[in-house]
């Protein structure tokens, strides 16, 4: 069974450019999520989906976050103007719905933002 | 406010030496307790679980310690081997599919 993927590993980009990360969740789960941990900071909850729905969209920091679902299978992650506090690694999970809370983890995109 | 708290941030043991690494939350509604573990360039990977109908999980030479009462929970690395080297992560949830809430993280460094 593949494990969750990103893409890309790692992403330069300016300050006021835009950025998409992807997510490809294991093959059948249907919950997906969204994590991001700052320099030296928690991993800190971003959003969750339930196949296409946002199921809580709580940690989004702000408006310039856009996360997308189509289709229930992969999601992206827009960023839209970024800023300089948008870098860090951003982790994507997924897990089976009705499982034991046990999420699988991407192995992350590295954003800096200069 | 974090909400759960990690410690130590760093830890350094010598082969075959006891790696503790210890947790505290603030929400007593948390039901699952995860420690994931994490080596560079890497995802978080599932380590070991519990919830708090039980006071210990043990899964080879890795331990979970949970004390309800304290709200702390702890993970023991019995028989610590330079492999083990990473960062761990425990995290809380408050029910099935929700989010996972992370401590700050620990860096383990098992030395030969």
């Known amino acids: 069974e593949a494990g969750v993927t990103q893409f890309p590993s790692h992403s330069v980009i300016e300050k006021g450019q835009t950025v998409t990360l992807r997510c490809d969740p294991i093959?059948?789960?249907?919950?997906l999520y969204w994590y991001r941990r700052v320099m030296g900071k928690e991993i800190k909850f971003l959003l969750h989906?339930?196949?296409?729905?946002?199921?809580?969209e709580s940690g989004m920091p702000n408006n310039r976050f856009l996360a997308e679902r189509t289709g229930g299978t992969y999601s992206t992650l827009k960023v839209q103007p970024a800023e300089l506090e948008d870098s860090g690694v951003y982790f994507c999970?997924?897990?089976?719905?009705?499982?034991?809370?046990?999420?699988?983890f991407g192995p992350g995109t590295r954003l800096t933002v200069l | 406010q974090q909400q759960v708290k990690q410690s130590p941030q760093s830890l350094i043991v010598q082969k075959g030496g006891i790696s503790i690494i210890n947790c505290a939350y603030e929400n007593t509604a948390f039901d699952y307790f995860p420690w994931y573990q994490q080596f560079p360039g890497k995802g978080p990977a599932l380590l070991i679980a519990i919830r708090p109908d039980v006071s210990e999980k043990k899964e080879g030479r890795f331990t979970i310690s949970f004390n309800k009462s304290a709200k702390q929970f702890s993970l023991h690395i019995m028989d610590s081997q330079p492999g083990d080297s990473a960062t761990y992560f425990c995290?809380?949830?408050?029910?099935?599919?929700?989010?996972?809430?992370f401590g700050g993280g620990t860096r383990l460094m098992v030395k030969p």
């Open positions: 995290a809380a949830s408050l029910g099935a599919g929700n989010m996972l809430t």
């Open positions: 093959s059948g789960h249907d919950n």
């Open positions: 989906f339930v196949k296409e729905s946002k199921q809580d």
């Open positions: 999970a997924s897990s089976r719905l009705g499982s034991n809370n046990e999420q699988f």
